[in-house]
């Protein structure tokens, strides 16, 4: 029977998986955002409801791809920046001002 590899901290906040959950942050938000504008139209609610479905099921995954995309590029230069400061900081840190940044977003929405 295989060892369980348990879950480290390093792991539990790898740079990875720290993006990915930014990203599903956004894309939850923008999906919201979305789907709101969607429902006030005037449009017959079957068809609002399809359109929602479909981007829902399609969008999301480019949406993701995107954001994850976005998120990885700006990060490195974020740790770029980061680096040339004198001040010792880690990627936790630029972590959390992105989490808190999006906590901001979600608070401004809801």
Same mark, same amino acid.
């Given at each position: 029977?295989?060892?369980?590899?348990?879950? $480290?901290? /390093? +792991? &539990?906040? $790898?740079? /990875? +998986? &720290?993006i990915s959950v930014e990203a599903i942050l956004l894309v939850g938000l923008l999906e919201s955002l979305i789907e709101n504008?969607?429902?006030?139209?005037?449009?017959?609610?079957?068809?609002?409801?399809?359109?929602v479905m479909l981007f829902i099921a399609g969008a999301f995954g480019v949406l993701m791809s995107v954001v994850v995309f976005l998120t990885?590029?700006?990060l490195s230069k974020g740790q770029q920046v980061l680096k040339l400061l004198p001040l010792p900081t880690s990627h936790l840190?630029?972590?959390?001002?992105i989490l808190i940044g999006i906590f901001w977003l979600y608070t401004e929405y809801y």
């Open positions: 029977m295989p060892k369980k590899k348990k879950l $480290s901290v /390093r +792991r &539990l906040f $790898s740079n /990875r +998986r &720290l504008y969607v429902m006030a139209l005037s449009a017959p609610e079957p068809l609002k409801t399809l359109f990885r590029r700006s840190v630029l972590h959390a001002v």
